[in-house]
């Protein structure tokens, strides 16, 4: 029962690729969404470090793809790779900066990079298209056989599969003594570090793991819309993700991927049916949440299964 349960969202996942063959890129967002929720959940959720410029490394991550792209170098598992590695740099240089500050100045200096890296992004604008975007990515096929099509087929087929990977990776993190330890941290820092527990290298690896998930999910979005623009770096992208999160439910790993669908096809169909008060009617639905439900749409799912 419990595998069934686990592997009920993966089959609904590839079930949706044959029965939504016209929603492939909006399957395609929201996987890449998922994966982008799924890193804030390792550092918020599971390590409760609360940040508002995790952009940064998703936006950084869509750079370094498209702009290898452009430059000629359209490999999809390598670029996937250096991105990562590039925003995981970047999350090993600031990471010092951001916990020597403390909890609430550390929250600033995460939102001060984020605002940071968007500026710079928009001013090298010979390297990045600034406010135009990166335009003229080419992605070679996915292991030499399989091209992004127009359709999306290979785009959400590719990008579900990177999730599950990195989703499965996720889950061998946090029940190992590493993701303990970060839930320990996260109950009380003072009583993990009387226990010996390193808090701020233990804190430190978890952004930098964040950070490199969600380059990641940039550079996903770079390859699959052969495009990079400066909304990948926005403020707007950070606080989507943290609603996601918040939506499905924090520390669960499940609850990323429950509220980036939710929010996602919640922002597609309200967009359509309200597009000038659609943000309106998504808040009522976020407040309504906060106020009656416990623990995100994951919670409430558990309380379901409990009945």
Do not use: C
């Not at 770079?222 to 993700?241: I, K, M, N």
Request: zero cysteines; hydrophobic letters at 60%; proline letters at 3%.
């Amino acid at each position: 029962m419990r595998i069934a349960l686990h592997a009920l969202p993966w089959l609904v996942a590839i079930g949706a690729y044959f029965a939504m063959p016209e929603q492939l890129p909006l399957l395609s967002a929201i996987a890449i969404a998922a994966l982008f929720a799924l890193s804030l959940d390792l550092l918020v959720g599971y390590a409760g470090f609360v940040t508002l410029g995790h952009a940064a490394f998703f936006g950084l991550g869509a750079y370094v793809a498209g702009i290898l792209g452009q430059q000629g170098w359209g490999e999809p598992i390598s670029g996937l790779l250096i991105a990562a590695a590039v925003a995981a740099l970047l999350g090993l240089v600031t990471a010092p900066l951001v916990l020597r500050a403390g909890e609430l100045a550390g929250l600033m200096v995460t939102l001060g990079l984020g605002l940071m890296l968007y500026e710079a992004a928009n001013k090298a604008a010979f390297l990045t298209g600034g406010a135009d975007g990166l335009q003229g990515v080419e992605i070679w096929p996915v292991f030499g056989a399989f091209r992004f099509d127009l359709w999306g087929r290979t785009a959400y087929l590719y990008s579900l599969a990177v999730l599950f990977v990195l989703f499965l990776l996720a889950q061998l993190l946090v029940r190992s003594p590493f993701g303990l330890s970060l839930r320990a941290i996260r109950e009380n820092p003072k009583r993990a570090a009387a226990i010996g527990i390193p808090v701020k290298r233990r804190l430190a690896a978890a952004y930098v793991i964040a950070a490199a998930y969600a380059g990641v999910a940039g550079a996903l979005l770079a390859q699959t819309t052969q495009f990079a623009s400066l909304d990948a770096l926005s403020f707007q992208r950070s606080a989507e993700g943290l609603l996601m999160l918040v939506l499905g439910g924090l520390g669960t790993l499940y609850g990323a991927l429950i509220g980036a669908a939710a929010f996602t096809i919640a922002h597609h169909t309200l967009s359509e049916a309200s597009p000038q008060f659609w943000q309106f009617w998504l808040g009522i639905a976020l407040v309504a949440l906060a106020l009656l439900g416990r623990g995100g749409l994951m919670g409430a799912l558990r309380r379901m299964t409990r009945r």
